[in-house]
């Protein structure tokens, strides 16, 4: 069983800037590929940004491309989400969750999720 905790949320202006981290408990991180999902109040909870266990190939939503970046860090078994140039429909509770399976940009292909963080960009 993987725990994943994830910190970093808050409030920020749009336009500015957040960066989200995931702990995981187990050391066998480096296992996983890793990915971030949000969910916004009654919107259903979309894929955002995914990571492979070297951390060598990322994918990201076409929402985000360009402003967000996935990395990694197997050493600290931990997973990062940097938010640039956020708007106010990047507001939603961000998830990062582990997966063995290949299909990163379905939440239905991940095991383990974390309790969220939430973000809110104001205008």
């Known amino acids: 069983q993987v725990q994943l905790v994830e910190s970093g949320g808050g409030l920020v202006q749009a336009g500015g800037s957040l960066r989200l981290s995931c702990a995981a408990s187990?050391?066998?991180?480096?296992?996983?590929?890793m990915g971030w999902f949000r969910q916004a109040p009654g919107k259903e909870r979309e894929f955002v940004a995914a990571?492979?266990?070297?951390?060598?190939?990322?994918y990201y939503a076409d929402s985000v491309k360009g402003r967000f970046t996935i990395s990694r860090d197997n050493a600290k078994n931990t997973v990062y989400l940097q938010m640039n140039s956020l708007k106010p429909e990047d507001t939603a509770v961000y998830y990062c969750?582990?997966?063995?399976?290949?299909?990163?940009?379905?939440?239905?292909?991940?095991?383990?999720w974390g309790q969220g963080t939430q973000v809110t960009v104001s205008s």
């Open positions: 990571i492979n266990w070297s951390g060598r190939s990322t």
């Open positions: 969750a582990a997966t063995g399976g290949v299909n990163y940009y379905a939440a239905g292909e991940y095991y383990y």
């Open positions: 187990e050391r066998t991180f480096s296992n996983y590929a």
